[in-house]
C-alpha cells in the first residue's frame, strides 16, 4: 500500500508557499476595491458589488456630492470652489462635515 501511495513524499509547505503568493499578488487589488468602496460608503449598502460597477458610482456619487457641497456652502456663507473640490475628493465626508459646520454670519446680518 506505502509502494502506491506517494503523497507522503510532496512536502506540505510547497502547497502552502503557492497560496500564500497567490494571496499576496491579489491583496493589493481587494485592498484598494475594499478602500474605495467603504470610503464611498457603497460597501455598506451593497457589499456584493462589482469592482467596475463600484468605480462607476462612486464617480456619479462623488460629482452629485461636489455639486451639493457647491450649494450647501454658497448658502451657509463659505467659498464656494474648495468646498466643490473637497465634495469631489472626500465625497459624503465632505457633505457631513459640511453640514455640521455652523453658518457664517455676514456683516449685513
Not at 485592498?31 to 455598506?44: A, E, K, N, W
Not at 460597477?53 to 455639486?67: E, K, M, N, P
Not at 450647501?72 to 473640490?85: D, L, Y
Request: hydrophobic share 50%; net charge positive.
Amino acid at each position: 500500500m506505502n509502494r502506491f501511495y506517494r503523497h507522503g513524499d510532496v512536502p506540505i509547505f510547497a502547497e502552502t508557499e503557492y497560496i500564500r503568493w497567490k494571496k499576496e499578488a491579489s491583496r493589493a487589488a481587494v485592498d484598494f476595491y475594499q478602500i474605495v468602496g467603504y470610503l464611498t460608503g457603497l460597501l455598506l449598502v451593497r457589499p456584493e458589488m462589482e469592482p467596475a460597477t463600484l468605480l462607476r458610482t462612486a464617480s456619479v456619487v462623488h460629482i452629485l456630492d461636489a455639486v451639493l457641497c457647491r450649494v450647501v456652502a454658497g448658502h451657509s456663507g463659505r467659498r464656494k470652489i474648495p468646498w466643490t473640490i473637497a465634495g469631489l475628493v472626500f465625497g459624503v465626508w465632505a457633505l457631513g462635515i459640511l453640514f455640521l459646520l455652523p453658518a457664517k454670519k455676514t456683516a449685513s446680518s
